[in-house]
Every structure is written in C-alpha cells, then in structure tokens.
C-alpha cells in the first residue's frame, strides 16, 4: 500500500481540501474520496514515502530537533494509551501542519503496514531517526515495553532539545555583540575619521600621534579591505576542507582538548552526551557492547570517540566499563566514579543518567560563567576602541583652537 496526496473539492460546500490517503492506487483514492463526498482534482504518489515502484527506499528527508521531540512524545501518549503503531503512525500524520512530518510518518506506517517491525520501518529515514532511536526502540519491541521505551526517548529527545536551545539563546547576544563592534568599529575606520580628519589636511601643523595612527589604520582598510576579506573568505574554505581530512580533523581535536576553558566544556558535552545515550539503551535492555558501540557515535570529538572505541573492545574481553575509560584519561572523573559506583551496584543505567545530568550542569554552568565575564569584556573593549578613536578625531580640533586661540 502506498501514500498518496490528493487536492478536491467539497462536493457540498464547493471548499478545497488537500491531504494524504493510503491505497493501492489512485483509482483507489479517487474511489475513497468520492466516498467522502470530495471530488478529486488532483492525486499523485508521495515521493520518499511508501513503496517506489514496489519497493521501499532510503530517503534522505529530515525533521529538525524540534520536530522529532514534539512527534516522539506524541507518539509516546498514543502507543501508552494502547493505540496500535499504525494508527498512532496515522494519527500524527493526519493531524501535523507540516509536510515533511506527514511524508515520513506515512512512509513508516506503510512499512508497519506491509509486515516491517517499527525500527525496520523507521531505518529507511536514517536522517530522522538515527541509530540510537532505532536501536531503543527495536530494544522495546524485544522486551515488550515499548511503550516505556518511547516514553524515555520523548525525554531524552526534549532534553536534548532544550539543551541545544539553551546554548544558543545563551551565546546569541555576545555573538551579535561581537559581530555589531566589528561593523561599527570598521565603519567609523574605512568612513567617519577620514571624512573629518580630511579637513585638516591644508593645515602646515602636524597632526597628533594618535591621529596619524589611526589614519594609517584606515588607509590600510580602505586600500586592502577587499583582499583581506577575500583572505579571510579563502582561509575559511580551506580550513573546512582540511576538516574533512580525518587526520587533520583529529590533530585539531586534540589541540582544542588541552586548551584550558574550551576543553572543559568541549569534554563536558561529549561526556554528557555519550553517558545519556549508554543510559537510555542500557535502560532499554541494549548489550552493553552494543550501547559502547552507539554511543561512540554520538560522540563528536575524534580522541573521544576513539577512545570509547577502544573501551568497547576491551569490554569484550572482559575488562569493566570504568577500568577502560580511566585508562584513556579523556573522561571527568566524576562520571568516571558514577560508573564504578553503577557497575558496583548493579544500576548501571541510573548512573550513567546521573552522570549525563550532572555533566549538563557542568556545562551549562560554565558557559554561564564564561558569558558573565566575556560580555563585559566585549563592551569594555569596545568602549576603548571608540574612545580611541574619537579622541583621534577631537585632539587635531583641540590644537586647532589652541593655535586660534
């Protein structure tokens, strides 16, 4: 059975009307909407959803973080209020504003439809449900609690979510701040100053030391403005394809690691991410293996993902989880100490969750801190920049009224 969109018209009320319906046609579909009292104007296969010319395949359509928390939750309520999976599937779709959101549930249901398991259905939008959300729930359809399952992952999706919106609300206003001085510092170099120095240029008096400096300033904007920018564009590109270059990528892992603040936050974050996604599938009923496995791909640092990696390797021949992430010196020791304290008690997943909470605070806290002291900063030296320069422009004025005087 495939998914079809279709626009009618109401035959009653003459209103359009447009949506999706499941058939094996579009013979079919007209049948159903006639059924409806619509008259179909138009009907044509979903592309990305169902089956494509019989068989299914991968789509690359995504839903954003948002999205994928709201439709997560969703879809929790309705399987724990023992709605069936195709009918919740169906549910969404129907009712969701957004396009891409219906295509995808639609293409799932199809899967469900035709005998898949969930997971099997949702891998063919490998973009939306990645392999953490996949293997969570194929874990829940094993034990029969997926229900319970889903649940877990609609706050593990919020959370994440809430997280990432709350890194970016926080660096918004330095960030603009950043990027205003720059505008407003370059524009009263390249135009303002030598605008009103320019009136002192018959003057036979030498011109302040201050002054010349920041003429000299200008003139070098004006004159190389297009080149350094072209520079700064050029290195930019660069720079993001030697990203590409893994070895290049890794040795700039390293460095950004060993650097005093933006290491911290940068080792907090992976270690909070890793440590949520291994509690989620532990909690599941994942093998621990195949959690390690998992995790070290949500894990964005390179030396970091190696390592857990390496500890999934030493898992397997029998070495403990805490053992083999104190040996790669890359992990808090806090986490490292909840993971002993989990693997000691036998409630391994709680602690991982522990672990994933307090790293998040760690984190969140000392991006507060950082933009506490950095936004004074920005203004400070901000202030001392326009006071520079406005001082170059009144000290020729000031001797001017000197000589007058």
Not at 376 to 387: E, Q, Y
């Amino acid at each position: 059975m495939a998914s079809f969109e279709y626009i009618a018209l109401d035959s009653i009320t003459g209103e359009q009307s447009n949506g999706m319906m499941e058939g094996d046609s579009e013979k079919s579909i007209r049948s159903q909407l006639r059924g409806l009292n619509l008259t179909p104007i138009e009907i044509k296969t979903c592309k990305d959803s169902g089956k494509i010319d019989g068989k299914f395949k991968i789509s690359n359509k995504k839903l954003s973080a948002s999205d994928i928390s709201i439709v997560t939750r969703q879809f929790s309520t309705l399987i724990q209020s023992g709605t069936p999976i195709e009918e919740a599937l169906s549910a969404i779709a129907q009712h969701s504003e957004k396009k891409t959101i219906t295509t995808i549930l639609m293409g799932v249901r199809a899967g469900v439809l035709e005998g898949m398991t969930l997971s099997k259905a949702m891998s063919y939008y490998p973009k939306t449900f990645d392999e953490l959300f996949r293997a969570t729930v194929e874990a829940g359809e094993s034990s029969g609690h997926l229900d319970a399952v889903l649940n877990e992952l609609a706050d593990y999706t919020e959370s994440s979510y809430e997280n990432k919106q709350k890194i970016k609300t926080a660096l918004f206003y330095p960030i603009t701040l950043i990027v205003l001085s720059i505008i407003i510092v370059a524009g009263l170099l390249t135009f303002v100053v030598p605008q009103v120095v320019q009136v002192f240029d018959d003057s036979k008096e030498s011109l302040p030391t201050l002054t010349i400096v920041i003429l000299g300033i200008s003139d070098f904007l004006l004159e190389f403005g297009l080149e350094i920018t072209a520079t700064i564009i050029v290195f930019v590109i660069t720079f993001k394809q030697l990203l590409k270059i893994r070895s290049f990528q890794y040795s700039i892992h390293i460095f950004l690691l060993k650097l005093p603040i933006l290491g911290k936050l940068i080792r907090g974050q992976n270690t909070a991410t890793f440590t949520q996604t291994l509690s989620i599938l532990a909690s599941s009923g994942v093998p621990v293996l195949e959690a390690l496995n998992i995790g070290s791909k949500v894990i964005m640092n390179l030396p970091m993902k190696e390592a857990v990696e390496q500890t999934a390797i030493a898992v397997r021949e029998g070495a403990s989880l805490y053992k083999s992430l104190e040996k790669t010196k890359l992990f808090p020791p806090m986490t490292l100490h909840l993971i002993s304290s989990g693997e000691s008690s036998g409630e391994l997943d709680t602690m991982l969750s522990k672990a994933a909470n307090f790293q998040q605070r760690e984190v969140s806290n000392t991006i507060a801190v950082i933009l506490s002291m950095f936004e004074p900063l920005i203004i400070l030296v901000m202030g001392v920049l326009v006071l520079l320069i406005v001082l170059a422009i009144l000290l020729p004025i000031f001797e001017l009224n000197q000589l007058i005087g």
